[in-house]
């Protein structure tokens, strides 16, 4: 068996508490919930947003349908999401949609990436989806922020984005 050096154990260190900041941030950041810009001046609270994660909810009062988008599994947004607004976590939510299947409700799109809900929320009549405060831009309309808490809030005027 081989032994590290110092400086291996140095570098395995610097990678491993660099991997750690960064899932820290990113866990610390809120989240920002997002709508196609057309749908700006909704008034959404936790009730109404779960309602929508849930399917319960399929339409906006103006008749667009509602076209709802996560991010993945294991992304640390996505658990901050489904613990603050739905109550469990992502997995712990596996029943719930295994249930709702056979009753022909399939859960919200599962998008790849930040980007990518940006996009599609920006590109689509009626879509909402989450993402980290600071990566909310001006092609959609932030119209829910979530605090690293948990606690939902109408607007975030006191966060300072790096950006």
């Known amino acids: 068996m081989r032994a590290f050096s110092l400086t291996h154990v140095t570098i395995i260190?610097?990678?491993?508490?660099?991997?750690?900041?960064?899932?820290?941030?990113?866990?610390?950041?809120?989240?920002?919930?997002?709508?196609?810009?057309?749908?700006?001046?909704?008034?959404?609270?936790?009730?109404?947003?779960?309602?929508?994660?849930?399917?319960?909810?399929?339409?906006?009062d103006d008749g667009t349908k509602i076209q709802a988008v996560n991010l993945p599994v294991e992304s640390p947004a996505r658990r901050a999401f489904s613990k603050a607004i739905l109550g469990y976590a992502p997995e712990e939510l596996e029943q719930y949609w295994n249930d709702r299947y056979f009753h022909g409700v399939l859960p919200p799109y599962v998008l790849s990436s930040e980007e990518a809900v940006l996009r599609f929320v920006a590109e689509t009549p009626g879509a909402i989806g989450y993402v980290p405060y600071c990566d909310a831009d001006k092609r959609v309309s932030v119209v829910l922020v979530i605090s690293a808490k948990g606690h939902v809030n109408g607007s975030a005027t006191d966060i300072l984005c790096p950006k």
């Not at 899932?23 to 309602?51: C, D, F, M, T, Y």
Request: include cysteine.
């Open 13 to 60: 260190l610097l990678i491993w508490g660099g991997c750690a900041i960064s899932v820290g941030w990113a866990a610390e950041e809120p989240l920002a919930v997002i709508v196609h810009a057309g749908q700006a001046k909704l008034n959404l609270g936790r009730s109404e947003l779960a309602a929508i994660y849930r399917r319960k909810r399929n339409y906006w």
